[in-house]
């Protein structure tokens, strides 16, 4: 029985955590795959891509103001944010509003948007580049910058199991992920 229980626990620490069952309508993929190069910039202007944020697990999620289900998600991004962002998470919001970042602005100020970063697509392309569905399109990458899957829709993002799926991917790409640089900016 000892021994059992000692296999066990070393087949546990090799294959890492596992993972949480993902939530109702999200898509895990067979296996990660290649995100293509995308560019947007940030509140400031600053030109920014997916590879600022490697190292790190990623919710991307493309949505825009005029989307009534994507405002009503917001909110739910925001505590997700508030809840697990850091080194190892980030809920990145990416607006495809072509009024650019003071759209964004206002609308974070009009519903009390705190914790998620202004990220800008004025261009459209992203859901075009990402094969996106429909609006809002929320994509799981990991911290090597692949997709792991997808929830095409709104979701509640803070939602008890949302948080222990993302968690337990989390968790499992602690063991897997690439190290920063000193000079990566986020």
């Known amino acids: 029985m000892r021994w059992l229980a000692l296999t066990f626990t070393v087949l546990i620490a090799a294959i890492g955590p596992v993972l949480a069952d993902p939530p109702q309508n999200f898509v895990l993929r067979g296996a990660p795959a290649p995100i293509p190069e995308l560019q947007f910039t940030d509140g400031g202007g600053t030109l920014r891509t997916l590879a600022d944020f490697r190292g790190k697990v990623v919710l991307l999620n493309i949505w825009a103001t005029w ?3 994507c405002r009503k998600e917001m909110p739910t991004l925001d505590r997700l944010q508030t809840a697990l962002g850091g080194s190892d998470f980030e809920v990145v919001a990416l607006s495809i509003d072509r009024g650019g970042a003071e759209v964004v602005k206002k609308f974070y100020a009009e519903i009390g948007i705190q914790r998620l970063a202004i990220h800008i697509d004025t261009s459209s392309k992203a859901g075009f580049v990402l094969a996106a569905a429909g609006l809002p399109t929320t994509l799981l990458i990991d911290a090597q910058g692949q997709e792991l899957g997808r929830l095409i829709g709104p979701a509640e993002w803070d939602a008890p ?4 799926f993302l968690r337990s991917i989390i968790a499992r790409d ?3 992920a690439v190290p ?3 000079d990566q900016s986020l």
Not at 161 to 164: C, I, L, N, R
């Open 67 to 69: 989307c009534s289900p």
């Open 180 to 182: 920063r640089r000193k």
């Open 174 to 176: 602690g063991h897997l």
């Open 161 to 164: 199991e949302m948080v222990a």
